[in-house]
């Protein structure tokens, strides 16, 4: 692995040979990453050779956002009260980490998206697939 995390409980990974895969195929390719996973990732050496996007998705309003990790937590019965309350501080924390690790120069994402009320992640994904393609477009 280039590298990998604990995230809620989940270990996450970055596949070492997909990654040098794609980029010597010159394709384009999304990885998630939490805040914590993503300052980890751009410290790697290879990382900081290689040219990236990247992109933070927001919920449209802090109140989206509960009612999401809300629903989660019916969906996946182990979600206590306590756990869906970590977590919405932990976005908030994430926030604050964006907004101290970030210049105006180097900000620490390029893009911001913010999530419409989008109803699967993978409309999401081809929503950022299409920003990154047009970026993409336009640098060559």
Do not use: C, W
Not at 3 to 26: C, I, P, Q, W
Not at 54 to 65: A, E, G, Q, R
Not at 118 to 123: S, T
Request: proline share 4%; charged share 30%.
């Amino acid at each position: 692995f280039l590298a990998f995390r604990e995230t809620y409980g989940d270990y996450r990974g970055v596949s070492k040979n997909h990654f040098l895969k794609y980029l010597k195929e010159k394709k384009l390719f999304f990885i998630e990453r939490s805040i914590p996973a993503f300052l980890e990732f751009i410290r790697i050496p290879l990382i900081k050779k290689t040219s990236f996007l990247s992109i933070y998705i927001l919920p449209s309003t802090f109140k989206d956002l509960k009612s999401r990790i809300m629903s989660r937590s019916k969906k996946d019965q182990s979600l206590t009260k306590e756990d869906v309350k970590k977590r919405l501080i932990q976005a908030v924390e994430h926030l604050e980490t964006i907004a101290k690790k970030s210049t105006a120069k180097k900000p620490l994402y390029h893009l911001f998206l913010v999530n419409p009320q989008v109803k699967n992640k993978k409309e999401l994904k081809n929503t950022a697939r299409k920003i990154a393609k047009l970026i993409h477009q336009t640098a060559e």
